[in-house]
């Protein structure tokens, strides 16, 4: 609650001329910073810029700060890496952080993803279970996940990215900086289990046509070659504006 107002006033009782104080109090609650952030470089760009307009209208349909940046920080790694540096970048504007990869759009007529912060707030990270054919046993997706400004995240987050044993025994290479995060989970570095919540999968993100709920947030299309990122992202963009 922020920003009580006192206004102290009075009035004349016109039966024994008594004077009374009453006092009003107008309460205003600031509502929640959050933005959401994408990354791409022009390796995807045919994909990623029409990802960008369709999350553009989810943002400002739930009224979502949204920051998009194709500034490579990390030239000896796999533009995967850089959600680390710009969640880094820009944690400290914002109550939360909503990180969602290039190949990946919000429906807009999802619902409004704050009630997942809302309904999770005891947590520092929100994930999404990875797809049920994953061999990693804590089968965490990257694609989309939630970030609470907190000094503890801030402290993961630098981990994540800076710890060069782990990201030298990467146990998953090929998933690059998700490798890294499963094996911080294995290993349970920083108590990243009690300060998360891994959230099945189909809820916030699903992969295929045929394995949507009714009410999943975001289409990821993890996996897929350029041509069909591309042509499935321009269709949910023609159909949302019409075309």
């Known amino acids: 609650m922020h920003g009580i107002h006192i206004f102290v006033g009075t009035f004349d009782n016109f039966f024994d001329n008594k004077y009374f104080i009453y006092i009003i109090y107008i309460t205003t609650v600031r509502e929640m910073k959050i933005c959401v952030v994408m990354f791409y470089d022009d390796n995807i760009k045919s994909y990623g810029k029409i990802n960008y307009e369709i999350n553009k209208k989810y943002c400002e349909k739930y009224n979502l700060e949204l920051i998009l940046s194709n500034n490579k920080k990390l030239d000896n790694r796999h533009p995967a890496w850089e959600r680390l540096p710009l969640l880094l970048d820009n944690i400290s504007n914002f109550d939360y952080l909503i990180w969602i990869d290039a190949d990946a759009f919000f429906y807009n007529d999802a619902n409004n993803i704050i009630d997942i912060i809302n309904n999770n707030s005891h947590v520092n990270f929100i994930f999404s ?98 041509s069909t990122r591309y042509e499935e992202s321009k269709k949910y963009f023609n159909k949302l504006n019409g075309i």
């Open 129 to 226: 279970i990875d797809i049920t054919n994953s061999t990693a046993s804590n089968n965490v997706n990257t694609g989309i996940f939630i970030v609470k400004n907190c000094q503890y995240s801030i402290d993961f987050l630098n981990r994540w990215l800076y710890d060069e044993d782990l990201y030298k025994n990467n146990h998953y290479p090929l998933w690059w900086d998700q490798g890294v995060l499963i094996d911080m989970f294995d290993q349970n570095i920083l108590n990243i289990k009690e300060n998360s919540l891994q959230i099945a999968y189909g809820i916030l993100q699903h992969f295929y046509e045929n394995d949507k709920l009714i009410k999943t947030y975001v289409y990821h299309l993890a996996g897929r070659n350029e």
